[in-house]
């Protein structure tokens, strides 16, 4: 009777694991959504990567966007006249990480306690988790990557919101799935 549970047990699992399986795969759900609106990558990708919505949540993106917030950004200026201002903004909410399906989307979501309102991608508590392991020599002291916010340098499908292990490859180092570190 035992081992009929177990085996069971077992089955309910795998069919969970299969189906999850199945269902990133077909819909391509695992990542971020990507963006390819060319006022956003234009107006948002000329100091740093394009970050996609998917990466905050809507509050943030509110905070980010507000006139006074985008007149000292991160203590450099980044105006936009009213009408970019009001297109990106609502491009930023209705795909932001909390309105999203996509797997990393729910995870960076899920992750921020109730009530905050974070302005960093890189101070998302799922995100600094992930890259606990991303220590001074593959970021600070590594002159390719520089900081944390340069995604791209490491993640090199990210235009596409993909952001699997075999896609990581750090400047200098390799790929991070054949790193000693992993
Ligand atoms: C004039 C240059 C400039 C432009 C244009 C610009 N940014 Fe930034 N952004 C910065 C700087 C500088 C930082 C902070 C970088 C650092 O911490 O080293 C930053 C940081 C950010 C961060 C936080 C990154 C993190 O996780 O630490 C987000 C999110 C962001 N910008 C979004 C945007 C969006 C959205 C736009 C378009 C409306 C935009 N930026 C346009 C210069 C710019
Ligand atoms: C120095 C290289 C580097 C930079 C820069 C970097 N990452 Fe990563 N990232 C990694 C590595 C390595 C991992 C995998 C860590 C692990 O779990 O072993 C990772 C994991 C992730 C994951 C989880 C993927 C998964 O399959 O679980 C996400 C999402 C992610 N990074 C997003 C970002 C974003 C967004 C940025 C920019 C704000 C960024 N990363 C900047 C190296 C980098």
Redesign the pocket.
């Known amino acids: 009777m035992k081992k009929v549970l177990l085996l069971l047990l077992a089955m309910m699992f795998s069919g969970q694991a299969f189906a999850d399986e199945i269902f990133s795969t077909l819909f391509r759900f695992k990542g971020v959504a990507p963006m390819s609106n060319d006022l956003y990558n234009e107006s948002c990708g000329e100091c740093h990567y394009a ?1 996609q919505a998917g ?1 905050l949540p809507k509050v943030s993106w509110e905070k980010l966007m507000l006139v006074d917030e985008l007149e000292d950004h991160f203590g450099e200026v980044a105006d936009l006249d009213e009408e970019d201002r009001i297109e990106l903004l609502n491009l930023l909410v209705d795909n932001a990480a909390d309105t999203s399906f996509y797997k ?1 989307s729910m995870k960076i979501s899920r992750s921020i306690p109730d009530g905050v309102t974070l302005l960093r ?2 101070e998302v508590p799922y ?1 600094k988790r ?2 606990k ?2 220590t001074d020599k ?2 600070k002291n ?1 002159p390719k ?1 520089k900081s ?4 791209n ?3 090199r499908q990210i235009d596409k919101g993909i ?3 075999d896609t ?1 490859l ?1 400047p200098n180092y390799g790929y ?1 799935s054949e790193l000693d570190d ?1």
């Open positions: 970050y990466l990393r991608i890189t995100i992930k890259h392991p991303m593959y970021v590594n990557v944390l916010i340069n995604c340098a490491c993640h952001f699997d292990d990581i750090i991070w992993d």
